[in-house]
């Protein structure tokens, strides 16, 4: 049983949100630069394509990965309450030494 660590807890926190977030950045990143690429052949300047096909994108990635990144932010949750009751007794795993 290893004492909390601010460090520790900051660490787990942002690698949470950077796992969580990462599948939807990139594959907006990835969509914008294909429809960028496609607008500039076609020369269609319409933003409203780039930002209907970023919106379709998202929501179906919600869709499909949506119970995979409750689950994440849950556990991530769950580690962060044990972490505060565990602070008062010197441990950072919520259980009594």
């Known amino acids: 049983m290893t004492p909390f660590s601010l460090d520790q807890a900051l660490t787990q926190a942002l690698m949470t949100v950077l ?3 990462a599948p939807i950045v990139v594959a907006v990143l990835i969509v914008g630069l294909l429809v960028g690429v496609a607008q500039a052949v ?4 319409d933003q409203a394509i780039a930002y209907g096909v970023k919106i379709a994108v998202v929501f179906a990635l919600l869709l499909m990965l949506g119970g995979w990144m409750g689950a994440q932010m849950l556990q991530g949750f769950d580690r962060g309450f ?7 007794r010197g441990n950072g795993d919520g259980q009594q030494s």
């Open 82 to 88: 044990d972490w505060i009751s565990g602070m008062h």
């Open 42 to 45: 076609t020369q269609v300047q």
């Open 19 to 21: 796992l969580v977030s």
